[in-house]
Nanobody, 123 residues
Framework: QVQLVESGGGLVQAGDSLRLSCAAS????????MGWFRQAPGKEREFVAA????????RYEDSVKGRFTISRDNDKNTVDLQMNSLKPEDTAVYYC????????????????WGQGIQVTVSS
């Protein structure tokens, strides 16, 4: 089993940057593909970014391409999401997730989830 804890959220202004980090427990972290999802009020949870167990395969949702960067450190059991040029529409609760499947954009394919962390971008 894997426990995930997100950190780094907060309130920023449009155009600012923020770095989210997800710390995973357990010695099997490197077996999991990792993803970031977000959920805005009144909206469904949506895919943001994902990275394969090796870090060699990465995917992004179209609206964050060129602004967000996902990375992982298998020695530290962490996966980060660097968010630049933030926009008000990026405001949401962000979730870290782990999947035993190959890299995937589908929330239903993720086995473990963090509790979520709020990111608010003011205009």
């Amino acid at each position: 089993q894997v426990q995930l804890v997100e950190s780094g959220g907060g309130l920023v202004q449009a155009g600012d940057s923020l770095r989210l980090s997800c710390a995973a427990s357990g010695r099997t972290f490197r077996k999991y593909a990792m993803g970031w999802f977000r959920q805005a009020p009144g909206k469904e949870r949506e895919f943001v970014a994902a990275i394969s167990w090796s870090g060699g395969n990465i995917r992004y949702e179209d609206s964050v391409k060129g602004r967000f960067t996902i990375s992982r450190d298998n020695d530290k059991n962490t996966v980060d999401l660097q968010m630049n040029s933030l926009k008000p529409e990026d405001t949401a609760v962000y979730y870290c997730a782990a999947s035993l499947s190959t890299i995937t954009t589908m929330a239903s394919h993720y086995d473990y989830w963090g509790q979520g962390i709020q990111v608010t971008v003011s205009s």
